[in-house]
């Protein structure tokens, strides 16, 4: 059975960094258009970042600068380097996983920036 797991969250002050990470099994993340959303309370939930299989990125304006995709294929996870963290990036970051009708998410991990 495909499964995502993300961890990595926590909190952390504004200006500082973190890295998620989504460990794949039961498929093969490297086929999949990856993507990481975050959730804040009250809003909706939003696309940050996606990889595709060829390599390609796409990220939210918001993050653009400060966040990095990336893909472990070896390792079958996918990673979100987040730099220069602010307040506003304060939510519950999910991984996701697409292909055709294939579409995964992971359980999600919460990110606090606060001081």
């Known amino acids: 059975q495909a499964q995502l797991v993300e961890s990595g969250g926590g909190l952390v002050q504004p200006g500082g960094s973190l890295r998620l990470s989504c460990a794949a099994s039961g498929m093969t993340l490297s086929l999949y258009v990856m993507g990481w959303y975050r959730q804040a309370p009250g809003k909706q939930r939003e696309l940050v970042a996606a990889l595709t299989s060829g390599g390609s990125t796409n990220y939210a304006d918001s993050v653009k600068g400060r966040f990095t995709i990336s893909r472990d294929n070896a390792k079958n996870t996918g990673y979100l380097e987040m730099n220069s963290l602010k307040p506003e990036d304060t939510a519950v970051y999910y991984c996701?996983?697409?292909?055709?009708?294939?579409?995964?998410w992971g359980q999600g991990t919460q990110v606090t920036v606060s001081s």
């Open positions: 996701n996983a697409l292909l055709g009708k294939l579409d995964y």
